[in-house]
């Protein structure tokens, strides 16, 4: 009997997953999604006149539960699990047992090679959800994945291959509210809690035992010719599925060197390049870091040069800026500068990038793009200068008002005021 409301601990999840490597045919199915949430198996479900997304999920899992609802005497809650332990939850798998850990890119799995006398766990990152997308769009991208499980499931089954499946996502894509706190402090708890969802360990890249280079982006996602879209969040941070060998680190010139493999079923091989430079400036007489470009190497051949624009900090300091991309709403661009650049469009959201002067293997203050006078601090002086100038100018005219200095007298003479006075 569990409360309403309640999440599964990372320890709790520990015990519910212990048959799972108790059982005789340890196959592992791990389909990472993005963002997903218990509410939306009912938000999105044809009870509300929507086309029902979880064709083959039902299958898996929603069957199961409607008959546990049907037969339950009284109403179930239906727990979430903590986003920290769904978060730890691929590390997790492999710290449990000596699994084979398979990356499944080739969505047909006919030509698999499978031991099922070994533990096997299967890794499949499914299409992300982007966030901004409108509904139709979010029902499409399940709709995509859920017809992924059904093909990798139902292969499986076709081979006689017994597995154990979870469906899971990096982060929840709905927060509920907190009840149990007034009004005026649930926007300020709801931006606590929503931060908190996002947050995982930064990218480090080490040189023997000294951290040179710390990387972190809630989302880093690329668009290739307009129509192949990849998001590289979840290999780069989570998964770690992520090559940094290549990286360079030294006193004045870093680069940092991100390498993938298939990370879509178009581009085999991607390398995605950050060069950053420190240099000593006279005028601030202090030495500053730039980065000076980002370059995009698609299979080997294709090379996609950017230059960056606003992105340095003083040598001491970390790099901090809410939007980074080729899009000029961004904050701080990447403008392309070549013509190969042109068919790359890159976005990436909270980014903060440090290759200098790295100490406890945390970043250092951050230094924002986003300068002291934005543009909610221009409308709050002009509309104070405003406001300041009228009450001037009502004092001013107040000031100039004269009282009479002369009376008429009704038991004397009319008083006679010449037009000069």
């Not at 709709?143 to 469906?167: C, P, W």
């Not at 100038?389 to 100039?400: A, D, K, V």
């Amino acid at each position: 009997a569990l409360h309403e409301g309640h999440v599964v601990s990372a320890q709790e999840l520990t015990v519910l997953l212990q048959p799972v490597f108790t059982q005789n045919s340890r196959n592992l199915i791990l389909f990472l999604q993005d963002t997903l949430s218990v509410d939306d198996f009912t938000y999105l479900s044809e009870s509300y006149g929507n086309k029902n997304p979880f064709q083959n999920v039902n299958k898996l899992f929603i069957n199961l539960l409607q008959e546990i609802l049907q037969s339950s005497p009284s109403s179930l809650v239906l727990p979430a699990v903590d986003c920290k332990a769904t978060r730890d939850l691929l590390s997790f798998l492999q710290d449990s047992g000596d699994w084979k850990l398979t990356n499944v890119t080739d969505l047909d799995v006919s030509h698999l090679e499978m031991n099922t006398s070994t533990p096997n766990l299967l890794v499949v990152q499914l299409q992300p959800l982007v966030s901004g997308l409108n509904e139709i769009s979010i029902l499409e991208a399940i709709a995509e994945n859920d017809k992924v499980i059904g093909r990798l499931t139902m292969d499986l089954q076709e081979r006689g291959i017994h597995f154990s499946v979870i469906y899971t996502a990096v982060r929840p894509s709905r927060i509920s509210r907190r009840t149990d706190v007034v009004w005026e402090l649930r926007r300020q708890l709801m931006a606590t809690e929503e931060e908190d969802t996002l947050s995982y360990p930064p990218l480090n890249v080490t040189t023997g035992n000294e951290t040179c280079i710390l990387f972190y982006a809630s989302n880093f996602s690329l668009n290739a010719n307009s129509s192949v879209f990849i998001d590289l969040t979840n290999a780069t941070f989570v998964t770690r599925n992520v090559d940094t060998s290549s990286s360079k680190c030294s006193d004045f010139n870093t680069t940092l060197s991100l390498k993938y493999t298939d990370p879509v079923n178009k581009i085999s091989s991607l390398e995605i390049r950050f060069l950053m430079t420190n240099k000593f400036y006279g005028s601030s007489a202090r030495n500053w870091f730039t980065l000076d470009s980002v370059e995009i190497i698609q299979d080997g051949e294709k090379f996609a040069k950017f230059n960056v624009s606003v992105v340095s900090a003083p040598a001491e300091y970390s790099f901090h800026c809410q939007l980074v991309g080729t899009s000029n709403l961004h904050l701080a661009r990447l403008i392309p500068s070549n013509n190969e650049a042109k068919n790359w469009d890159v976005f990436i959201s909270r980014l903060q990038i440090q290759g200098f002067n790295i100490e406890n293997n945390q970043f250092s203050y951050a230094s924002d793009c986003t300068g002291f006078f934005s543009p909610g601090i221009w409308m709050g002086l002009v509309t104070s200068i405003i406001l300041l100038w009228i009450l001037t100018y009502g004092i001013h005219m107040i000031m100039q008002l004269t009282t009479n200095s002369k009376f008429d007298d009704p038991k004397g003479p009319a008083l006679s005021v010449p037009q000069t006075e």
